[in-house]
T-cell receptor, first 118, second 109 residues
Framework: GAVVSQHPSRVICKSGTSVKIECRSLDFQATTMFWYRQFPKQSLMLMAT?????????EQGVEKDKFLINHASLTLSTLTVTSAHPEDSSFYIC??????????????FGPGTRLTVL | GQNIDQPTEMTATEGAIVQINCTYQTSGFNGLFWYQQHAGEAPTFLSYNVLDGLEEKGRFSSFLSRSKGYSYLLLKELQMKDSASYLC??????????WGAGTKLIIKP
């Protein structure tokens, strides 16, 4: 149980284009979804937290107009990197929490999306 | 401020035992998590401790002492596939996860 998928797993795009990343909870309803970014050899950096049907809460320093998050259902959240630049190249990972005592606070991670902006 | 400290890198031998320590200072405490992350992959959940003591799960065990702000992850009968980074994360009073930088574990034959 608690499987999270992400699509695409890898994307290469030109500078200035937009990229959409999907995060799905496959076998549970995700009460909350999280988006992280991880640069090589660094720890996870939380970008934003989103609850189904409400606006995402962004961490300090993360541009909400550049990283658009839509959490339309209990099983799907999307992150759109708008007008991507080479410095946005990173490993983007989503995670989700479910209902239940321990599951409500345990984050289960998707496999990640490696974005390369040329 | 809030911080999580764990060693940057450790080396161990296949078949041996290794203990990865994590100390923390956070505003409140709602549990401590250990995750495993292989290079280029996302983290996978290993354990959750909210009460003091040892939780055993197969070859992996996790220990917590809330009074000392201390936890460790114990890996027994090490296998080559255990080579990975091990992330310690603490949930604070606002239910926010505070992440450590991770410990890269290198297993040698």
């Amino acid at each position: 149980g608690a499987v999270v998928s992400q699509h695409p797993s890898r994307v290469i795009c030109k500078s200035g284009t937009s990229v959409k990343i999907e995060c799905r909870s496959l076998d549970f309803q995700a009460t909350t979804m999280f988006w992280y970014r991880q640069f090589p050899k660094q720890s996870l950096m939380l970008m934003a937290t989103s609850n189904e049907g409400s606006k995402a809460t962004y961490e300090q320093g993360v541009e909400k107009d550049k990283f658009l998050i839509n959490h339309a259902s209990l099983t799907l959240s999307t992150l759109t990197v708008t007008s991507a630049h080479p410095e946005d190249s990173s490993f983007y990972i989503c995670s989700a929490t479910s209902r239940g005592a321990v599951e409500a606070i345990t984050q289960y991670f998707g496999p990640g999306t490696r974005l390369t902006v040329l | 401020g809030q911080n999580i400290d764990q060693p940057t890198e450790m080396t161990a031998t296949e078949g041996a035992i290794v203990q990865i320590n994590c100390t923390y200072q956070t505003s409140g405490f709602n549990g401590l998590f250990w995750y495993q992350q292989h290079a280029g992959e996302a983290p996978t959940f290993l354990s959750y401790n909210v009460l003091d003591g040892l939780e055993e799960k197969g070859r992996f065990s996790s220990f917590l002492s809330r009074s000392k702000g201390y936890s460790y992850l114990l890996l027994k009968e090490l296998q080559m596939k255990d080579s990975a980074s091990y992330l310690c994360a603490v949930m604070d009073s606002n239910y926010q996860l505070i992440w450590g930088a991770g410990t890269k574990l290198i297993i040698k034959p």
